[in-house]
């Protein structure tokens, strides 16, 4: 079955990076994009942006333009999410989650979220 | 803000039929797509495109849509229902995405 399997809890400072990665199993690189979606405490999702493996494209919410970088390595069919120049407003629960390419946009499977927590 | 809104928060007696609500000017045009979220948990998709369903969620949830309002029916709700219910579409330039508010669902 599908599996997104993502890195652990971090602690950062403010103005610091965080760098969450995504691991799937299950499923082929090639017939997904994956995206990113964060979750502060007690408040909605968020989407931040998505990447296609195979092609290597992305697209980022405007919230996001120059600070997040989406990556993707097919052969170890990990994607990865860089959030730069962190504040305190970017403590929240990750989750990556895959879009089946060639279709209507919705998130099918998803990882279990990582908590980033930005604190001095 | 997404464009995409629900009421934050309705409640259903348990056995009951419950209607959550999205409202949105993109709904007229893009699919809307939903999901379950229980607390501690990643979200669950529980319809998505034309009101498909995927495998393994009960029957008794289905979504609908007219003009700019989607809506997730739970006919039977139960106690395993309770939860947070966002929507999420696409915006009126076709960029993907965004989500509604969320609505909690109590079951009472």
């Known amino acids: 079955q599908v599996q997104l399997v993502q890195s652990g809890a971090e602690v950062k400072k403010p103005g610091s990076s965080v760098m969450v990665s995504c691991k799937a199993s299950g499923v082929s690189f090639d017939s997904y994009a994956i995206n990113w979606v964060r979750q502060a405490p007690g408040q909605g999702l968020e989407y931040m942006g998505g990447i296609i493996p195979i092609f290597g494209t992305t697209d980022y919410a405007q919230k996001f333009q120059g600070r997040v970088a989406l990556t993707a390595d097919g052969s170890s069919s990990t994607a990865y999410m860089e959030l730069r120049n962190l504040r305190s407003e970017d403590t929240a629960v990750y989750y990556c989650a895959t879009v089946p390419l060639y279709s209507t946009v919705y998130f099918d499977y998803w990882g279990q979220g990582t908590l980033v927590t930005v604190s001095s | 803000s997404s464009g995409l809104t629900q009421d934050p928060a309705v409640s259903v007696a348990l056995g009951q039929t419950v209607r959550i609500t999205c409202q949105g000017d993109?709904?007229?045009?893009?699919?809307t797509n939903w999901y379950q979220q229980k607390p501690g948990q990643a979200p669950v998709l529980v319809i998505f495109?034309?009101?498909d369903r995927p495998s393994g969620i009960p029957d008794r949830f289905s979504g609908s849509s007219s003009e700019d309002t989607a809506s997730l029916t739970i006919t039977g709700a139960q106690a395993e229902d309770e939860a947070d219910y966002y929507c999420n579409s696409r915006d009126n330039n076709g960029n993907p995405v965004f989500f509604g508010g969320g609505t909690k669902l109590t079951v009472l």
């Open positions: 993109s709904l007229r045009n893009y699919y």
């Open positions: 495109g034309k009101g």
